[in-house]
Structures are given as structure tokens and as C-alpha cells.
């Protein structure tokens, strides 16, 4: 069986997540209907990254194997006509190889976080943004979030839920930029625990309204202990920007 590689973007806004569930429509199932629709023997998608509910993606990565060879560009125009009117868009298809697995095989995933630092209330962004009223010191942020990089045990910044066996990962960059009324959060690691990037920012904006020092942030790092982490961002902040292979 044929084997692709597809890009997806999707708004996450009013989807259970990535993963299909039985509480609601996620972005999976979206796609996988979609690819019923084409071919009589769909295996399914398998995805990058296991977006949670309301996260958006501009580069999720998927794998999926088909019954019969599709030329990338037509299966591309046909997946997206048949998802429509869903928010979820297929960018790019490419052939893969056999042994490709979008999961499995990825060399590092890119997030952004995206906070709106003013007074007035969101309107365009009100799904796509964590709105924070109060003013941001993002280079105090920016110095604080260092502390995080490297290879460290992130059980602070995990969720209680999250079913990863180790709570050590290597985290390659955190860096909070501001642009104007935007404060810009980018994470890259190979593999993130679960809302480990939320709980970051979370964290991250302590620091940032004077609540915190950069050396309450790797106090709450060293303690290994969830009680310690500041507060989870909200979902409609967050989007996996791009995926490494």
C-alpha cells in the first residue's frame, strides 16, 4: 500500500483535540472520513503530535496508507474538498517511504504560544490568543524561560494525566519575543510531555507580571512536583507550528 505524507492545518477551536474520542469531532476523524470518502480501505492517520482540545496547527504532520497510488497534488484537492466546511486544511502531500511514521520517526516539534498583552478584549483572536490585561516584562521572561533549556525532569510542567513512562525530556529552545501587543512563545523539543508547553507559558507569565523571579522558575523545575507549576495557558493559545524529519 501506497504510503503519504500530508501537512495539515487546522483551527482548533470547537474540535475535541487531534485524537478521535468519543465525546466529540476531532481533527482525526475529520480527515479520516474525508479519506473514506476516496479510497475503499483508509488506514487511518497517524499524526505528529497529539493536539489537545481547542490547539491550533499550521504543521501538524500526518502518515496515512491508501489502496491505490494517488498523484500527491489530486489527493490534496480531493481531501480538501471533501472536509469542507471543517476548519481543517491539507497543505501539502507528498510520497513516503515505507518506514515513515509521522509519530515515530520526527527529529523535533516547533510550537508557538501566543499571548495579547493589552487591556481591551479580544474580538479577531478570541479563539487564537490568551489575552493578558496586566503589563509583561517578556526579556525578564525571556531570561527566566533559559533556566528551562536543556535536559531536565519536567514533571512539574506535566500534567497529572500525562502517560509518558519518563517525565525527562530535552527541551532545545524556549524564547519569548514581543511584537507590539503580542508576546510570541517558541518551544522545540523532540518530544514534550503532556501540556508540558502550556504549563511552561503558565509559569512563564508569573515571571512576566512580577509575581515570579527567574529563580522561582527553576526552584519550581527542581522541585519536581506539579503542585509548584504556576498555572496551565489556555488551549487557544497554543499551535504546533512545524514538525523535523
Known sequence: MPRYKVVIEYDG?????????????????????????????????????????GVHASGQVG??????????NKLREALNAQMRPEKV??????????????????????YLYRIVNRRAPLTFDSDRAWLVKRKLDAEAMHE????LVGRHDFSTFRDSECQAENPVRTLDRLDVVRKGDEIHIFAS????????????????????????????????????DRARCGQVAPAAGLYLIRVDY
Do not use: C
Not at 91 to 107: P, T
Not at 200 to 219: F, I, P, Q, T
Open 144 to 147: 527566566a524561560a533559559q533556566r
Open 189 to 224: 523539543a523532540r518530544a514534550f510531555l503532556h501540556r508540558q508547553v502550556r504549563s511552561m507559558v503558565g509559569s512563564l507569565e508569573h515571571v512576566g507580571s512580577g509575581k515570579w523571579r527567574a529563580e522561582d522558575l527553576r526552584a519550581a523545575l527542581d522541585a519536581r
Open 63 to 72: 502518515h496515512v496508507d491508501l489502496s491505490r497510488d494517488w498523484r500527491p
Open 89 to 110: 486544511a491539507i497543505l501539502l502531500v507528498e510520497h513516503a517511504a515505507e518506514d515513515f511514521d509521522a509519530r515515530f520517526s520526527a527529529k523535533a516539534r516547533h
Open 13 to 53: 477551536t470547537g474540535y475535541v483535540g487531534w485524537q478521535r474520542q468519543a465525546n466529540g469531532l476531532s481533527v482525526q476523524e475529520v480527515i479520516e472520513s474525508a479519506l473514506a470518502r476516496l479510497d475503499p480501505a483508509p488506514s487511518g492517520v497517524r499524526g505528529a503530535g497529539r493536539t489537545d482540545a
